[in-house]
């Protein structure tokens, strides 16, 4: 299989995902995908010859979405202790 039709494919899915995600209302997941969409993004734009400046573009677009992410993540307190924490969540202290 060719690797641009590969990229093609998983971004194409990846689409799918995010119409189901805001479809369904559910827009927890909205600014990850957004972001792992935005590096398939600048992959495909690197296998398919593109200019550097559009690849860079679409890795600061993934980078801006990442830290939205975070921040949406930091202030609703999703994820704020489990990131905080150094012992992975299954292990309890007695």
Do not use: C, Q
């Not at 690797?3 to 998983?10: A, E, G």
């Amino acid at each position: 299989m060719n690797l641009t039709l590969l990229v093609d494919l998983v971004l194409a899915v990846g689409m799918l995902e995010l119409v189901v995600l805001l479809a369904l209302r559910r827009p927890a997941l909205v600014f990850t995908l957004l972001a792992g969409l935005a590096l398939m993004l600048a992959l495909r734009l690197t296998v398919g010859g593109s200019a550097p400046p559009y690849i860079a573009l679409a890795l600061s677009a993934s980078g801006l979405l990442h830290v939205l992410d975070l921040r949406r993540r930091w202030s609703s307190g999703i994820g704020g202790r489990a990131l905080m924490s150094l012992s992975p969540p299954h292990e309890r202290k007695p």
